[in-house]
Nanobody, 123 residues
Framework: QVHLVESGGGLVQTGGSLRLTCAVS????????MAWFRQAPGKEREFVAV????????LYTPSVNGRFSISRDTAESEVYLQMTRLKPEDTAVYYC????????????????WGQGTQVTVSS
């Protein structure tokens, strides 16, 4: 069973940086994609970034392109989201998710989720 645990959230000022980590266990194969989603109060969960576990290919939502970077360490079984030039609108709970298949941006296509980590960007 896939198990995901996020860490690294916190409070940061506008323009600051944070790195989120998702510890991954139980992946049954390399044919998985790993993604970060976020959900702000009163809003739907939205796609942020995704990475194919085997190849490392990535995809980002336009609002974070050039500011956020997703990566993975297959030896450590971790996925990272490096966030720079943070804005107040980046404030949300950030979730790590796993999908048995190619990259997707649709939350319902992901099978396993972490508990989330809060990111708050003050203005």
């Amino acid at each position: 069973q896939v198990h995901l645990v996020e860490s690294g959230g916190g409070l940061v000022q506008t323009g600051g940086s944070l790195r989120l980590t998702c510890a991954v266990s139980g992946l049954p194969s390399n044919w998985y994609s790993m993604a970060w989603f976020r959900q702000a109060p009163g809003k739907e969960r939205e796609f942020v970034a995704v990475i194919q576990w085997s190849s490392g290919s990535t995809l980002y939502t336009p609002s974070v392109n050039g500011r956020f970077s997703i990566s993975r360490d297959t030896a450590e079984s971790e996925v990272y989201l490096q966030m720079t030039r943070l804005k107040p609108e980046d404030t949300a709970v950030y979730y790590c998710a796993a999908r048995n298949g190619i990259r997707s941006t649709v939350p319902s296509e992901f099978d396993d989720w972490g508990q989330g980590t809060q990111v708050t960007v003050s203005s």
